[in-house]
């Protein structure tokens, strides 16, 4: 048990689907990241909220589209993917963003494969 | 962020300690040195993390030396379970960002 909990664990998708990945966390966390992690890549931020707002963007294509409801709940919406995006999409959190002595805490991610 | 050098691989027998090296000759005094490790089809797990002072918890220590350019991570008694990649990573903890920048770490093997 991580206390951050990713679904689906699996997801398959055509390229002009729209679908949502869902992170959840339940240590009482003000910070929650998106990271992308492709093969052979190291991993790569994508969105980071520090509560409910975005507070930063990696230059992330709009297909990829975020949403924090609350401080437990982040989501990534997405829309017209490509092949290239297919990778695992991890989701942390962690107490505050301020202070580099803060672990993040990571879910187990959503495998993503577009068709 | 600084940058961290580690070797790819490498292997160690269940039972024995393990020493995982990190260089960062170009750390500043206020980066923190983070580990973390992924095992296979599961997302990072945090390990330990220090400042200046050696660090113990419950799954490892962090020796850092005295002018914080290297740091080892030590796993007193691998088991086959500590199979993983592992990532030694700089934090400043004055950043506002969190941003966790993860090379491509050592790939430790654990043979029974």
């Known amino acids: 048990e991580t206390g951050v909990t990713q679904t689906p664990r699996h997801l398959v998708m055509g390229m002009t689907n729209k679908k949502s990945l869902k992170c959840e966390q339940h240590?009482?966390?003000?910070?929650m990241y998106w990271y992308k992690q492709s093969a052979k890549k190291p991993l790569e931020l994508m969105f980071v909220y520090s509560l409910e707002e975005r507070v930063e963007n990696n230059s992330v294509p709009s297909r990829f589209s975020p949403e924090c409801p609350n401080s437990s709940h982040l989501f990534l919406h997405l829309h017209t993917l490509q092949p290239e995006d297919s990778a695992l999409y991890l989701c942390a959190s962690s107490q505050d963003l301020m202070g580099g002595g803060q672990p993040q805490h990571f879910g187990d991610g959503t495998r993503l494969s577009i068709l | 962020d600084a940058k961290t050098t580690q070797p790819n691989s490498m292997e160690s027998n269940e039972e024995e300690p393990v020493h995982l090296p990190c260089n960062h000759s170009t750390i500043s005094g206020t980066d923190y040195i983070h580990w973390y490790r992924q095992l296979p089809s599961q997302g990072p797990e945090y390990v330990i993390h220090?400042?200046?002072s050696n660090v113990n918890n419950r799954m490892a220590s962090l020796a850092i030396a005295e002018d914080r350019k290297s740091s080892t991570l030590i796993l007193h008694r691998a088991t086959l379970r500590d199979a993983a990649v592992y990532y030694c990573i700089l934090l400043d903890y004055g950043g506002s960002q969190g941003n966790l920048i993860f090379g491509k770490g050592t790939k430790l093997s654990v043979k029974p």
């Open positions: 220090g400042l200046t």
């Open positions: 240590l009482g966390h003000n910070a």
